[in-house]
């Protein structure tokens, strides 16, 4: 029976085996996958994978990793890190706003100028009392 144990375990890697490594190899005769590099598209769907259902899609209520990594696609704030890879992704940013916020009152107040033009996704236009609300919110 011992015998029996070891060759069916023998087996059973190179099954497996082949498996992962049949997995790993690439088909050349689809000429349409690959890098990219073309200019993107306007309107179409997203579709994403994640291991769990994010919690809440609204950044007022969301805690969770899954929550935050939707969301990280679809909103912009006034001021947010760079979406780039490395130490540059560190670097904080004007995302809605023009420029880094202006300081006063000894740093307890500070103000930001939006970017002209800037529409939510129904077309109406962001307004800055629409910032307003959303930190009172909060």
Not at 19 to 24: K, S, Y
Not at 41 to 55: C, F, M, N
Not at 68 to 87: D, R
Request: charged letters at 20%; one cysteine or more; a negative charge.
């Amino acid at each position: 029976m011992r015998k029996f144990g070891k060759a069916f375990a023998a087996l059973s890697a190179a099954l497996l085996a082949t498996g992962v490594l049949g997995a790993c190899g690439s088909d050349d005769s689809d000429s349409d996958s690959g890098g990219g590099g073309g200019a993107g598209k306007t309107g179409g769907e997203l579709k994403v994978a994640y291991s769990s259902q994010p919690d809440f899609l609204d950044p007022a209520l969301s805690y969770t990793v899954d929550g935050w990594a939707a969301m990280w696609n679809v909103y912009l704030p006034p001021m947010g890190y760079k979406h780039e890879e490395g130490s540059t992704g560190s670097e904080l940013a004007p995302m809605l706003a023009e420029d880094l916020p202006k300081a006063s009152e000894g740093g307890k107040v500070y103000s930001f100028t939006f970017k002209k033009g800037i529409k939510f996704s129904d077309g109406t236009p962001l307004k800055a009392s629409d910032f307003e609300h959303t930190v009172k919110r909060v």
